[in-house]
């Protein structure tokens, strides 16, 4: 899944699922926005995963077909991103 998008400035951001790769990019995003608000799930020193250990939760996420964690990069940088996986285990 890829998608890209204008912004309102006219510049062309891409929303994708996150690669391993994207891993280093990802903490550092977290840490930036975490530090910019006290309304986050974390504060900046909070955010203390190892890239290692980021790289297994996207490959985590990325192997089960009820997840997804998409990125969206401007300029190779990681502006923002969002998950989704179900809530509970139950299926129909």
């Known amino acids: 899944m890829q998608r890209l998008i204008t912004l309102k400035d006219k510049r062309s951001a891409t929303i994708r699922e996150a690669k391993v790769s994207d891993a280093p ?19 900046a020193d909070e955010v ?20 997804i964690l998409l990125v969206c990069v401007l300029e190779g940088t990681i502006i923002g991103f969002a998950g ?9």
């Open 48 to 67: 203390t995963l190892a890239v290692a250990d980021e790289e297994h939760i996207i490959e985590e996420i990325a192997a089960n077909p009820r997840r």
């Open 84 to 92: 989704v996986s179900p809530a509970s285990s139950f299926q129909i």
């Open 25 to 43: 990019e990802f903490i550092r995003h977290r840490i930036k926005t975490c530090g910019e608000t006290d309304f986050l799930g974390n504060y």
